[in-house]
């Protein structure tokens, strides 16, 4: 059981390249979330998905992209990367159960920067 | 648009004092609030979570207040450990929606 999982780990990217993160969970949780967290600040909510087939905006939705493949994986995607997105980012997958709440479980980010 | 950046604010302990880490909230429609913690370079590991119709809930070492009236969340630590130098954050939801919105976030610096 491995969690959440991302990749790549570590990216550089050119100002106006393209890329996308990939992240997958294998715990059968159907809500998914993408956050990006700059140097010495909170996190902040860029998409997520409720349910394989849906997707929303959260807070810092400009300049990304998203698909939920299928219930395991949710893709981040930089149209054309730009230095202002330089950050790590966090996918992230939210159990539901009267038990245990809504526990989100994070993987451990991708550190992407873009010149 | 890109917002202004500010630094963490950080609260400093003696080791073996009790701390205590305060969040606001802005939504008064979130009925579920949740502390995480994160370590240098690893993703915010859960710590414990509280529903709108409660006022406390305790963990172990860990307690979660919670006030309504003021929009106002804290997290108490006992016995501080320097294993709790981190920074922690508050989230908040709404039943009625999936989203899940961090607060600002707090570092908590132990002195041995």
């Known amino acids: 059981n491995a969690g959440v999982t991302q990749t790549p780990k570590f990216q550089v990217l050119k100002t106006g390249q393209s890329m996308t993160l990939q992240c997958a969970q294998d715990m059968n949780h159907n809500s998914m979330y993408w956050y990006r967290q700059d140097p010495g600040m909170g996190l902040r909510l860029i998409y997520y998905?409720?349910?394989?087939?849906?997707?929303d905006k959260g807070e810092v939705p400009n300049g990304y992209n998203v698909s939920r493949l299928n219930k395991r994986e949710f893709s981040l995607r930089l149209e054309s990367a730009a230095p202002s997105q330089t950050s790590v980012y966090f996918c992230a997958s939210k159990e539901q159960s009267r038990r245990r709440g809504n526990t989100i479980y994070f993987g451990e980010g991708s550190w992407l920067t873009v010149v | 648009g890109e917002s202004v950046g500010l630094h963490l604010p950080t609260l400093s302990v003696q080791e073996g004092d009790n701390s205590i880490i305060n969040c606001a909230y802005s939504n008064s429609a979130s009925d579920y609030f949740i502390w995480y913690k994160q370590e240098s370079g690893k993703g915010p590991q859960f710590i414990i979570d509280?529903?709108?119709?409660?006022d406390k809930r305790q963990g172990q070492r860990v307690t979660v207040l919670l006030n309504k009236t003021v929009k106002h969340l804290s997290l108490q630590i006992a016995a501080t450990q320097p294993g709790d130098s981190a920074v922690y954050f508050c989230a908040e939801k709404e039943t009625s929606y999936d989203k899940v919105i961090f607060g600002p976030g707090t570092s908590l610096s132990v002195i041995p």
């Open positions: 998905s409720a349910s394989e087939g849906t997707t």
């Open positions: 509280i529903r709108s119709n409660m």
